[in-house]
């Protein structure tokens, strides 16, 4: 089995030792790798155990136990999340993204094949790591305000990141493999500021497996649209309910219709479902009404939604209109699962992985869900097994006075600002580091 968790970021030497332990703490200033072989519990197969440790003291190594597909350890065997792929079709992707960024190489390795990030994601890489400090501290003596300076570091990582991931994406010719960036949250409720910001993002990151993230804001529903037409891949993000879902696939198919492309092979798309705080949110209300039927509820209306915008992809992504589009060479907009991570410590660990397993489909973890995932999860689709009960448990939750569509609201505003916050807390940091630095002047 196998647990995964974030690398260090410190410039790297390397030790090899014949014995180690997955829960040994990593000690400060190296990236260390020890192998140790051992018999599987069949004592047939060795095994192979492989911790890589970074320089950031007080974590936990990456480690990854595989089988040895003969006995020299000439070829390893692959792990649940290659399985996941192969086997079911979905694409396990990694939810986080901090320099180095080569520390993704590993996970790569165990069969992860996209990245996502967000502003929340680069707040914690930039303000907790001195990793960002030298690029910083030359794009202001350059004559950088702030948040152009922000923008570079992104930029650079995301390229980075990208090249790690080209050899994906050239082998799937363009269906997976991407990374995403996400335009400034400032622009949710701004239709045109989120085209132009898209259309910047697109050109200077220059790589051909980035995806643009847009929030599924109702303003930015017609921008989804425009960029797509442009033959600018996109992540739509922050989706919470399935009239918003519905109206961003229709963007996505309006916006391919309009580009007057006689190819479409390379424009694609994935929409982020978002699944834990739909729970989270839910849970809090059936806790409300109290009655034995409302607490029976409890964590299951996440995955209950989720099943039915699987149903409604497979509904949208099909007939005439639908055909037409293949013919050129148009890709589905795939379903991606955010918020993978349980947030309710009663419940199990992969809660919202294992129950979301289907074809054609994304599932974006954090180390938290990628760890328990490779650890314990099952390979198995799951998404469509019982659709009769995922209705019931819709239907049930609305005649106890839940309005799916108030929820979808609430969440929307949630995020939107919580990502908000982020980005203007990460600038607010960078102008205080600035500062420090001695090469801001503060204003008068």
């Not at 739909?278 to 996440?302: C, F, H, M, Q, S």
Request: with cysteine; aromatic share 8%; net charge neutral.
């Amino acid at each position: 089995m196998a647990s995964i968790s974030k690398l260090g970021s410190s410039a790297f030497a390397a030790t090899v030792s014949s014995k180690s332990s997955s829960s040994a703490l990593c000690s400060e200033g190296k990236l260390s790798f020890r192998f140790q072989r051992e018999s599987s519990i069949r004592g047939r197969v060795p095994v192979l155990s492989v911790s890589v440790c970074g320089g950031r003291p007080g974590r936990r190594p990456l480690s990854v136990k595989v089988s040895l597909a003969d006995g020299n350890g000439a070829q390893l065997k692959k792990t649940s999340l290659h399985d996941l792929y192969k086997k079911e079709g979905q694409s396990p992707w990694y939810d986080n993204l901090c320099r180095p960024v080569t520390d993704l190489l590993p996970l790569i390795g165990s069969g992860v094949r996209g990245v996502t990030s967000n502003p929340t994601i680069f707040q914690k890489a930039i303000s907790s790591s001195n990793a960002y400090d030298d690029q910083f501290r030359e794009l202001i003596l350059a004559g950088k305000d702030v948040e152009s300076a922000y923008w570079e570091l992104v930029i650079k990582d995301i390229q980075d990141a990208c090249k790690l991931f080209e050899s994906i994406y050239d082998e799937t010719d363009a269906g997976d493999g991407y990374v995403s960036v996400e335009v400034s949250p400032r622009l949710a409720r701004e239709t045109e500021g989120t085209i132009d910001a898209a259309k910047w993002l697109h050109k200077v990151v220059d790589r051909p497996n980035v995806y643009i993230k847009i929030p599924a804001t109702a303003e930015c529903v017609p921008s989804i649209k425009e960029v797509i037409s442009l033959g600018i891949s996109v992540n739509v993000t922050l989706i919470f309910s399935l009239a918003r879902y519905e109206e961003v696939i229709d963007a996505y198919i309006d916006g391919l219709e309009a580009s007057g492309l006689s190819d479409l092979s390379k424009v694609t798309s994935v929409a982020s479902f978002f699944v834990s705080r739909v729970d989270t949110l839910i849970d809090k209300l059936l806790e409300k009404i109290g009655t034995p039927e409302a607490l029976n509820l409890r964590g299951k209306a996440a995955v209950a939604q989720a099943a039915l915008a699987f149903k409604l992809y497979q509904r949208k992504f099909s007939g005439p209109r639908w055909e037409a589009l293949v013919k050129k060479g148009a890709k589905k907009q795939r379903l991606l699962w955010a918020s993978t991570s349980v947030k309710n410590p009663a419940y199990p660990d992969t809660l919202y992985v294992d129950p979301l397993i289907g074809p054609d489909t994304v599932s974006t973890m954090p180390d938290q869900a990628l760890q328990a995932f490779i650890d314990h999860g099952t390979v198995s689709r799951t998404i469509d097994a019982n659709l009769s009960e995922a209705e019931g448990i819709y239907s049930a939750l609305e005649k106890l006075g839940i309005d799916w569509s108030d929820v979808g609201n609430k969440l929307e505003l949630e995020g939107v600002d919580s990502f908000k916050k982020s980005f203007d807390s990460l600038l607010d940091s960078l102008q205080e580091k600035g500062n420090s630095l001695k090469v801001i002047t503060s204003p008068a």
